[in-house]
């Protein structure tokens, strides 16, 4: 397996940062889902469900789900009669999706849809990988429809103490040793310290709200090691 190109012991910005991040999930996309199955115990999987019924659109709505990777959210959202469309800065990841919905190779910051285009949109841990998160949530205000709805899921420090010490250690220690044995291990180092990227919670609400979002909430889930953001478009 081609190895990333990503440093974990550095945080990039910018540019450098679309091209690390594109450069590991280029490299970690063979076997990503069986990473993501084994670290969450399989809880990704009741989240992405969770996620799909949070954004309570009509059969037969188009959402676009950004950062698709390999197309789980992708998959969900067929499953619960709605046309998706996957897009994904990595190519490697859509190459290696299985899902049968139309896919785009593009930055999430400048989507190749129209105004108003979709009926909601869809986002799962990808938050913490863009280069910056307002002009992200300005984006989705952009391409959703008035009255359409947004879900995203993201990684989460829990609130308490015992908690946050138990899913440190998970996440800081044993994460990067499952994925250096199965995956790519420079790319699994520096996945958890991205968590960083992450504003605090009330900025990152304002943010969500302000874009054009404003009846926006924030659930925790599994104790608070994952978050759901929901809202309606004004």
Same mark, same amino acid.
């Given at each position: 397996m081609t190895a990333s190109t990503i440093d974990p012991d550095h945080l990039p910005q910018g540019?450098?940062?679309v091209a690390a991040v594109r450069s590991m999930f280029d490299a970690i996309a063979p076997r990503y889902d069986l990473v993501n199955r084994i670290m969450t115990f399989r809880?990704? =999987?009741?989240? *992405? *469900? *969770?996620t799909v019924r949070r954004l309570a659109l009509a059969p037969r709505s188009t959402v676009i789900d950004?950062?698709?990777?390999t197309g789980d959210l992708c998959r969900e959202l067929a499953s619960q009669g709605i046309a998706p469309i996957g897009v994904d800065l990595s190519f490697g990841m859509l190459a290696a999706g299985t899902s049968s919905a139309p896919l785009v190779q593009a930055d999430a910051l400048t989507l190749p849809v129209g105004a108003g285009s =979709?009926?909601?949109?869809?986002?799962g841990f990808a938050l913490r990988n863009l280069v910056a998160l307002e002009p992200f949530f300005a984006e989705l205000a952009r391409v959703v429809r008035p009255r359409g709805r947004i879900a995203l899921l993201e990684v989460a420090q829990p609130d308490n103490g015992l908690m946050r010490w138990g899913h440190g250690l998970y996440f800081g220690q044993v994460v990067p040793r499952i994925g250096?044995?199965?995956?790519?291990?420079?790319?699994? *180092?520096?996945?958890p310290k991205s968590v960083a990227y992450l504003p605090p919670t009330p900025e990152l609400m304002a943010l969500v709200r302000g874009a054009g979002f404003p009846d926006a909430t924030r659930t925790t889930l599994s104790g608070g090691i994952s978050q759901l953001i929901v809202?309606?478009?004004a």
């Open positions: 540019e450098e940062k809880m990704d =999987v009741g989240w *992405r *469900r *969770r950004l950062a698709c990777g =979709v009926d909601g949109a869809t986002c250096g044995l199965l995956s790519d291990a420079s790319a699994y *180092r520096y996945l809202g309606t478009r």
